[in-house]
């Protein structure tokens, strides 16, 4: 999956596991197959717009750092026709919804044409797509860069496509439609509060960007300013006033960004409002979400997809489960309630971080979280077989690569664990299909394919694959 997903891993400790095996086809099947995909460098790709909005009489597009340069439509502050007809009167400029102006079923068709395209030879049996029942303003995560116009007025929205260039915009039909007003909001306050926008040419200025996250179950909202400097000025009477207008928001944090970078987010949070983070609930489970949490924006597609991982997994209560790329533990923890014991691996260290308060917020006991590379992690466990020592070999493998894929480093190392099924979670189908080409050089077959879209008027499209071995 995406939205900042990184690569991840782990270093055994444990015991007992399964004996070691080549991880090659014991049948001997040679089956001829396409030339296997290259693999690349990964990267964070996020589906939807990157969003922005403006005063009604702000004059186009603005760049980041400075006045207009250019005319032409600059926002969406209202039913416009062609919004009501389905169609953004800024999608142009914005760059986030490849499918405007497309029915929903077409989307659909032409997204499961896609798939049955890229993995006809390497499925045998791919499923009707999964979409939504309502693909409007799904997304729960939604931010906002902030500028100013050549009148020094606070603009908000998104940047135009590879730029940072701002489109002032005030609504987004996939965003959610309360963190969008919460965001006007907040660009309504500036300028009584005299708070300067932030202005990328001179560097001078407070607010760059807002962040607003919404727990889908339990409809609590966090909101992340970021800005320059820990001094807010009249920080208490601005809680004050937004809490006025949006009850609902239960935490606000200012997240400092003081460098000079295209990254929204600073390392540093201080609440000033509340514990910092907000709750959700997904399958059951009760999962922390802080400003730099990864977190699906999607959750209520996500536990559709999600039940399809653990169908695939088929698990009986004995299994021993890797979580590998896990994030902050969503699957596996939801996976723990059917599994022996789960092992989560992850590289980035903040997602782990929220793993390990996840699994203790639910007092989870048979789930252990690692911080390392998924495939040094199983390379570490193939070792250990090797020198005859035990190991904790997974029965089971869930996997859930950024949209670049696995590698074939770890595709190597998960073959030789000898794991009896491996379930691939996967937010990129043509790197999918070339993953699943090693995966049946080294003794795989993948059986059946599940695609799922998470992410409505865009191109992207979630694919669950379930894998068995050969024999």
Not at 18 to 26: F, N
Not at 168 to 184: G, R, T
Not at 209 to 223: C, D, I, M
Request: hydrophobic share 35%; aromatic share 6%; charged share 25%.
């Amino acid at each position: 999956m995406s939205e900042g997903k990184q690569t991840s891993a782990g270093k055994q400790t444990s015991a007992e596991g399964s004996q070691h095996r080549d991880g090659r086809d014991p049948s001997g099947s040679s089956k001829r197959r396409p030339p296997r995909r290259e693999w690349n460098r990964r990267t964070e790709n996020s589906p939807g717009p990157v969003r922005a909005g403006g005063p009604a009489n702000s004059p186009g597009p603005v760049r980041a750092g400075g006045p207009a340069k250019s005319a032409g439509t600059a926002r969406a502050a209202g039913p416009s026709k062609s919004l009501k007809d389905g169609v953004c009167p800024i999608s142009r400029k914005c760059g986030g919804c490849d499918y405007q102006g497309i029915e929903y079923e077409k989307q659909l068709q032409k997204k499961e044409a896609h798939i049955r395209f890229l993995l006809k030879d390497a499925v045998k049996t791919i499923h009707p797509i999964l979409g939504m029942k309502d693909p409007l303003h799904y997304r729960c995560k939604v931010h906002a860069a902030f500028d100013h116009d050549g009148k020094g007025n606070p603009i908000s929205g998104i940047y135009e496509k590879n730029s940072h260039i701002v489109v002032p915009m005030d609504s987004c039909m996939i965003e959610d439609e309360n963190a969008d007003a919460i965001i006007v909001s907040i660009r309504n306050l500036l300028r009584s509060f005299k708070i300067r926008t932030y202005d990328e040419d001179t560097g001078y200025g407070l607010l760059r960007h807002v962040l607003v996250r919404k727990g889908y179950a339990t409809g609590q909202y966090l909101v992340v300013l970021v800005v320059t400097s820990p001094v807010f000025p009249g920080k208490n009477n601005f809680v004050k006033a937004l809490r006025k207008e949006h009850p609902e928001i239960t935490s606000i944090v200012l997240n400092i960004n003081d460098l000079d970078t295209s990254m929204v987010l600073g390392e540093r949070n201080i609440p000033i409002y509340g514990p910092g983070s907000i709750t959700d609930e997904l399958c059951g489970h009760k999962f922390r979400i802080s400003p730099n949490s990864f977190y699906q924006v999607n959750p209520a597609q996500t536990e559709i997809l999600y039940r399809k991982v653990l169908q695939y997994a088929d698990l009986t209560g004995k299994e021993e489960v890797l979580d590998a790329y896990c994030g902050t533990g969503t699957i596996g923890i939801i996976a723990s309630d059917k599994a022996g014991h789960v092992t989560g691996v992850e590289l980035n260290k903040d997602a782990l971080r929220d793993a390990v308060s996840n699994a203790r917020g639910e007092k989870i006991r048979n789930i252990d979280f690692i911080c390392d590379d998924a495939g040094d992690y199983l390379s570490s466990l193939n070792g250990l077989l090797d020198i005859g020592q035990k190991a904790a070999m997974p029965d089971v493998i869930i996997m859930d690569p950024p949209r670049t894929g696995s590698t074939p480093a770890f595709i190597k190392a998960a073959a030789l664990s000898g794991a009896k099924t491996i379930v691939y979670v996967s937010c990129g189908p043509d790197t999918l299909a070339r993953d699943l080409d090693l995966f049946e050089e080294l003794g795989y077959e993948a059986l059946e394919a599940q695609p799922c879209d998470l992410f409505p008027y865009t191109a992207h499209c979630e694919v669950v694959v379930r894998l068995r071995r050969f024999g």
